[in-house]
């Protein structure tokens, strides 16, 4: 659960700068220090969901006796990218909603004063509202040190050791086609 806590404190910190920053009355060089710290901070923590990611992959595997680690990558980074599309076109619908009116590249246009709270929004409360989401979903996350190393050790008992060991289906495919053994030993 160590990586884990690690994992959220780093979201917190950027969430309640984030809101800070929508609070003050004016945005001034230090808040614009403390934000980028707080996106730094935020910066460490996501190889952290990767790693979590490949844990999720081992725990599957334990389950299920199957290796889907293809999948649940590919399940990972169509999730990513339908969040990128959805989370575009949310701040163009949002900065919408608050009045901004587009110059079509030809002339300036002034902006009314709902668009500057509404870009403040966008940087600030908005962004925190999935982190605080995903902070909470975060805690429901059961895998822990004890439960990884439980994990490791029942796969690796579970490898084949061609030395010792004979799998069914191996010796029913080596009397169906006489290959040589070493092409079939393969790690299941």
Same mark, same amino acid.
């Given at each position: ?21 929508? #609070?003050?009355?004016?945005? &001034?060089?230090?808040?614009?220090? %403390? !934000? ?7 910066? =460490? /923590? ?33 999730? #990513?990218?339908?969040?990128? &599309?959805?989370?575009?076109?949310? %701040? !163009? ?7 901004? =009116? /587009? ?33 909470? #979903?975060?805690?429901?996350? &059961? ?46």
């Amino acid at each position: 659960m160590a990586r884990e806590m690690y994992s959220l404190s780093p979201v917190y910190f950027h969430t309640i700068c984030s809101v800070l920053c929508f #609070l003050s009355a004016t945005i &001034s060089r230090h808040h614009i220090y %403390v !934000a980028n710290t707080a996106r730094l901070f935020y910066g =460490i /923590s996501t190889p952290i969901l990767w790693a979590m990611i490949a844990d999720v992959a081992d725990y599957s595997e334990w389950k299920n006796n199957r290796r889907a680690t293809a999948i649940i990558f590919s399940a990972m980074m169509v999730g #990513l990218k339908i969040g990128l &599309s959805v989370g575009s076109a949310l %701040v !163009a619908s949002i900065i919408g909603h608050y009045g901004y =009116i /587009s110059s079509g590249g030809a002339q300036l246009v002034t902006q009314p004063e709902t668009v500057a709270t509404g870009a403040k929004m966008l940087v600030s409360v908005f962004p925190a509202i999935p982190f605080l989401l995903a902070c909470g #979903l975060l805690l429901f996350y &059961s895998i822990n040190k004890k439960m990884e190393i439980q994990i490791e050790t029942a796969l690796k008992a579970k490898k084949i050791d061609p030395d010792t060991c004979y799998n069914a289906d191996i010796i029913v495919t080596y009397l169906l086609f006489p290959i040589p053994y070493s092409l079939l030993t393969i790690n299941y």
